[in-house]
Nanobody
Framework: QLQASGGGLVQAGGSLRLSCVAS????????VGWFRQAPGKDREFVAA????????FHADSVKGRFTISRDNAKNTMYLQMNSLNPEDTAVYYC????????????????????WGQGTLVTVSS
């Protein structure tokens, strides 16, 4: 089970940190990721950490502004979001995968087995 939190209303240029706590599994054996879904749009990849290598990768649209991280001791993953703009407004979802996917699969919603409930981020101009 995944529980996301940390969303809210922020002005353009501001920052937020999302958290996602995992329960009921061995968190350090999962690859983890963040996705987002804006109104009327498909859910899109934001960032992920591949379990097998520890490598982190981000969508081009957030590269240099967002950073994914994890703390296995706390069973928690994070998404630090800086320099937010109105186009970042969306419901953000955390996800976990128990399979040893390659990087490309972790940018796809089909690559994940577990999903959090989502947390809303609204960026005002």
């Amino acid at each position: 089970q995944l529980q996301a939190s940390g969303g809210g209303l922020v002005q353009a240029g501001g920052s937020l940190r999302l958290s996602c706590v995992a329960s009921g599994g061995t968190f350090n054996t999962y690859s983890v990721g963040w996705f987002r879904q804006a109104p009327g749009k498909d859910r899109e990849f934001v960032a992920a950490i591949r379990r097998a290598t520890g490598s982190r990768f981000h969508a081009d649209s957030v590269k240099g502004r967002f950073t994914i991280s994890r703390d296995n001791a706390k069973n928690t993953m994070y998404l630090q979001m800086n320099s937010l703009n109105p186009e970042d407004t969306a419901v953000y979802y955390c996800a976990a995968s128990k399979r040893n996917w390659v990087q490309s699969m972790l940018t796809n919603t089909d690559g994940y087995d577990y999903w959090g409930q989502g947390t809303l981020v609204t960026v005002s101009s």
